[in-house]
């Protein structure tokens, strides 16, 4: 266990664009991933698990383009213990700046007898092979033990000796399931620890079903462990994983308690959280701690009264140290572009001079409906706003309805410098623009969900419609936004149907 008040530094792997991207909804283009990974580096964790090489085209593509972009950061990619994999991960990798292979494999009695089908001696069989043939190939191998918490012990062990002789320099003890418990995980890292080689690290990915992702994630780092996985807000299968902004804040905020600290530029993680929102569809819920709207929000009058005597009544950390700004620019019609850049930096968004005219133009409309243009009008201006060329665009929409639950609606979109109108009917408004975008487009996408939300308040309060539609087995997500909801809704289709055509 960790002394108290003495600190070491903890090696930090962000798997967002991986276990991160495996959650349902959240799978990202090329462009997104790289732009994430960026992010990633100005966070300056020490690992980015840019993804799982040997699952397709795309993300072997993309594995290696964020390896060949990003130079702060060793940049690793997920195998299987199969030679075909590690061969597949290291041509993605090679080409990077600290290029590192990461095998896993489970090692749990129920994987071996229902999914891998070997005994125990089989097992260790082949991680050594796998470990040994990585290891001729990269200089850095970590290993990692899936669902190790129901894992035999002593048959961890064995599975961890093994690796080490084979090469291994990173361990990894996997919750996969999270099953266990802060104390149980604290037992794992001080039972494993003490029979390693003294260079060899031992890591922790712990996932979150049963709520406790961080507390297992921080219980660890307390007794020992030199290296953690996360994503940016838990994201990951089912319930998610560590949020890395959760357990960094806790060590930064506790850093005495345990015994440890990272090397994450903590400023950068309301910006983290703002691109990821951006890329999938995550609506941040207000609570989530760190980076949700209301982490440093005060309403109870006690709780104002204190925070104006002395901020530290109520507050353990900082905004700024997290990279929320107070907002003291009045934007509206008068504001310029510089005005808008500016301000979107101060919200954690950095973008290029052709998405920033694109956001200014639809900027300039609102101010036009609204004296007052606040935050979250402009967060939702930016998630509104494409990332690729419009295959279709709407030009006009009209739509009927009456007492007979029939709407009739007349769409008209641009599409490679032509127009295309079509009329159709549903049950609602909505839907009958929808039934007519089909027509137009000749394909009808299913839908995986639908939702509507007002971003502000007032007469001329903005909507934000998010559509998730099925594109062969792939979910894929659209936004949009107007103070008409129809056309929000409208918009945020065509968004979608736009990123399947891109796929």
Known sequence: MAEYGKSRTIRVLDTTLRDGEQAPGCSMRLAEKLEIAKQLERLRVDVIEAGFPIASKDDFAAVREIAGTIKDCAVTGLCRAMEGDISCTWEAVKHGAAPMIHIFLATSDIHLEYKLHVSRSRLLEIARDAVRYARSLCPVVQFTAEDATRTDREFLLDVFRTVEAAGGSVLNIADTVGYTTPEEMADWIRFVKPQLAAETMLGVHCHNDLGMGTANTLSAV?????????????????????????????????????????????MEFYRAGKLLANSIDLSMHPHKAIIGDNAFAHEAGVHQHGIMANPLTYEIMK??????HVNRMVMGKHSGKAALRERLEQLGYHIGDDRLEAVFQRFKALTDEKKTVNDADIEALVRGEGKTHESYSLVSFVVNSGTNLTATSVVKLLHDGKEYEH?????????????????????????????????????????????????????????????????????????????????
């Open 319 to 324: 905004p700024e140290d997290v990279g929320v």
């Open 423 to 503: 009329v159709a009917r549903g049950e609602t408004p909505v839907i009958a623009a929808f039934n007519a975008v089909d027509k137009i487009v000749k394909h009808s996408y299913p839908l995986h969900h639908f939702s509507i939300q007002s971003i502000s308040e007032g007469r001329t309060e903005l909507g934000e419609s998010t559509v998730q539609i099925y594109n062969g087995d792939r979910v894929v997500t659209g936004r949009g936004l107007d103070t008409d909801i129809v056309e929000a809704c409208i918009r945020a289709y065509l968004s979608a149907i736009n990123n399947a055509l891109a796929q």
């Open 222 to 266: 307390r007794a020992g462990a030199d290296q953690f996985d996360a994503t940016i807000a838990g994201i990951g299968e089912r319930a998610g994983m560590a949020a890395l902004e959760e357990v960094v804040m806790a060590l930064h905020t506790r850093g005495e308690w345990y015994g440890a600290r990272t090397n994450v530029c903590t």
